[in-house]
């Protein structure tokens, strides 16, 4: 990290993992450029994304060919990123406006399924039903908070959110996803709060 008093900084993190004793491995950045225009006004973005491959991951319960019922594993990449985009204004000491824009988006591509087996252990079989996975969750909150009295506030808070949940977009690239996302209904709300 640099010297926070600056005005525009960036923050990077990284980190990357391997399992020894099985295939999964996989990587973390983190990225996080903010402006301070002056002493109202910050804009800041968090780039966060996240790579799980070939990792292992409860799927379902189902019934083999005896019918008897079973634990399935899968052997999938998870792909994992958010997009946060936050900005403030102060007006004055008593007052200020705050935006937070905020994408989720997990994805699972899974390459091999397995039984579980008394033993504890992981048994390849022939499962073939579609498990891949893609959710999103698309938030804006903006709050106006006026503190008009010590100890006295009133905020103002806007909330719109999307979440969307498809078995068929786990294929999708990024801005593709983003864009289908959008065209999915939003709830809105508005809430009032005097402390």
Partial sequence: SPDYR???IVDLNTDFFRFFDNTTHGFYVSLRPRWRVNDKFTISHRFNIKRDLSSFGYVNDSLDINDEP?????????TDITNTFQSSFIFNNHSSLNLRLRHYWIKGVYDQFYDLNTEGYLEENNYDKLEDFNY???NIDMSYSWFFAPG??????WKNA???YDENGAELKYFDNVKNTLKNPSDNSFSIKIL
Avoid: C, H, M, P
């Avoid at 079973?70 to 998870?78: N, Q, T």
């Avoid at 006295?152 to 808070?157: I, W």
């Fill in 152 to 157: 006295s506030e009133l905020s103002l808070v």
């Fill in 70 to 78: 079973v634990i399935i594993f899968g052997r999938r990449d998870i």
């Fill in 162 to 164: 999307i979440y969307t």
């Fill in 6 to 8: 600056k005005a525009f």
């Fill in 136 to 138: 999103n969750a698309f």
